[in-house]
């Protein structure tokens, strides 16, 4: 369910995203603030999710917390991208799938937030790789983003489903960061 199924997620599809991320990932940190900076131009609230955001005078480029969660997730994204034609999303995910859907689901991220945050995505990949940019580079990225976040949501959706049956939902929505 979690996994691409080989006739969305092509081989050709695969070398795309290898090819690109191989660039992008020559200067990840920049390019995951403009990945952040673009997910709160598309979404203003999202700046809510972020404390170091949230109130802070401080440029993104030069905001320490962003940088270094921006880095983090953008990495996290095209590293497990690269992955997806060998391994699928629930391995490319590997072991933190559970806790980063949990630290999704405490912070209150909905279904819809991922669709924010792809767009974020394929903007950042098309503004920084304007010469590679096509239909099918846009498509292999949104069809890669897509099936792991279908991962991370259905581990979400299944902690909810559980905390629900076990009467344990509020300690699941307010459970403190660790």
Known sequence: MAEVPSSVFSKDSEILVKQSWELLKKDTTTNAVIFFTNIFEIAPAAKDFFPFVKNSTVP?????????????????????????????????????????????????????????????????????LPELWSTELNQAWADAYDALAGAIKI?????ILKAETTGEVETLITKPET
Do not use: W
């Open 60 to 128: 993104y480029e030069q905001n320490a917390k962003l940088k270094q969660h921006a880095t983090l997730v953008f990495k996290m994204t095209g590293d497990a991208a690269v992955q997806l034609g060998e391994k699928g999303a629930l391995e490319a995910l590997g072991p933190g799938l559970k806790k980063l859907a949990t630290k999704h689901v405490t912070a209150g991220v909905v279904d819809a937030h991922f669709e924010v945050v792809k767009a974020g995505l394929l903007k950042t990949i098309k503004e920084r």
């Open 155 to 159: 581990e979400m959706h299944t902690q």
